[in-house]
């Protein structure tokens, strides 16, 4: 798969226009704000800030995995990731959510949360050999949306 496969703007606005229609039946009482994405910095580990109204309210990371949500038992995630939103959580209370499209839904992880096992795998089969860390979620913690 070359870097161009594995990565699809047009995946992303699918992921993010589901997340959007979501947002509002899951908020307190019978608000319907209007919701804006802007995206994170070039380097962050996230990919874009959430907010209700012209107010920020949370950060998301957005992924599309070519398989069914339960394909696999876990989906891997950087563990520097995982890092970055507990940090965001603990230091600020502001929540960083994993949006992940899958091939039959979009999934919703609280990323902030420890992940059930840490591992070293290929960081990217299209970039080589390398390996990173990965924090591995069991697909039954996703809210499917």
Known sequence: MTPEQAYSEEDTQRILRAYKEWLPR???????????????????????????????????????????????????????????????KEAYDINTYFVCGYDDCVGV?????????????VARYDRGNDTDLYGMYKVTRFRKI
Not at 34 to 50: M, Q
Not at 109 to 121: F, I, N, R, S, V
């Open 26 to 88: 899951v908020l307190e009482g019978d608000r319907f704000p209007n919701i804006e994405f802007f995206e994170a910095p070039k380097y962050a580990d996230f990919d874009y800030e959430v907010y209700y109204d012209g107010e920020f309210d949370h950060f998301i990371e957005v992924k599309k995995r070519n398989c069914v949500l339960g394909r696999y038992k876990s989906t891997k995630v950087p563990i520097r990731k995982h890092g970055t939103a507990q940090h965001f």
């Open 109 to 121: 992880l609280k990323l902030w949360e420890e992940p059930d096992e840490d591992t070293t795998m």
